[in-house]
């Protein structure tokens, strides 16, 4: 695994909150909603979609259909996946 200052700030990021460390472990081989995300890890919708803007401005999650206002769909990156394998290699 490559150790850049600015893979290792993404997951320091992510690990600093076990919310965030959820949804990109949910989203592993997985397209979902706010609400599907917010489900499975108990957690209620308006905070995912705001924990969802903050990992879009890591480019860790991309929504994959933006025109959609309702039940877009998120997805995870390359630096997304970067982080999920780095947490999955911890456990």
Known sequence: ????????EK??????S????????????????????GDAI???TNHISNLLSQL???DLV???TPSIRKGRLY???DSGKYV???IKSKK
């Open 11 to 16: 997951i320091a990021y992510v690990l600093a």
């Open 62 to 64: 991309y929504n994959t």
């Open 1 to 8: 695994m490559c150790s850049d200052e600015k893979s290792l």
């Open 75 to 77: 997805s995870l990156t």
């Open 42 to 44: 108990n957690v209620r």
């Open 18 to 37: 076990e919310h965030r460390k959820n949804i990109i472990l949910f989203l592993e081989d997985r397209l979902a909603t706010p609400k599907e995300i």
């Open 56 to 58: 879009r401005q890591y």
């Open 84 to 86: 999920l394998e780095y």
